[in-house]
């Protein structure tokens, strides 16, 4: 069965950067796009990144382009979020989650989810 291990949240100041990483075990790492998603407190859970099984293509939600860069190592079955720029509208428990599609970007074609972990950007 796979698993998902998101690392990296934290609490920073707007305009600051983290990068988060979410290493997947169970499953072979090149067979799946890996996505990440957000939920802040009180909202429905959101797409922010999504990279392809190759990593040669990724898309973005509109609030993070720009801004979030999403990359994956397949030597270390790990996918990475670099966020830049950080708003504390960013603020969320982010999640990492694999899927066997393209580059999809709604949570139910989503099959293992990572426990998430806690951003707070503050003004």
């Known amino acids: 069965q796979a698993h998902l291990e998101e690392s990296g949240g934290g609490s920073v100041q707007t305009g600051n950067s983290l990068r988060l990483s979410c290493v997947l075990s169970?499953?072979?790492?090149?067979?799946?796009?890996m996505g990440w998603f957000r939920q802040a407190p009180g909202k429905e859970r959101e797409f922010v990144a999504v990279?392809?099984?190759?990593?040669?293509?990724?898309v973005y939600a509109d609030s993070v382009k720009g801004r979030f860069t999403v990359s994956r190592e397949s030597g270390q079955n790990t996918v990475y979020l670099q966020m830049n720029s950080l708003k504390p509208e960013d603020t969320a428990v982010y999640y990492c989650?694999?899927?066997?599609?393209?580059?999809?970007?709604?949570?139910?074609?989503?099959?293992?989810w990572g426990q998430g972990t806690q951003v707070t950007v503050s003004s």
């Open positions: 169970g499953r072979t790492f090149g067979g799946y796009a």
């Open positions: 989650a694999s899927s066997p599609g393209f580059t999809p970007t709604r949570a139910y074609e989503y099959d293992y």
């Open positions: 990279v392809s099984k190759s990593g040669d293509s990724a």
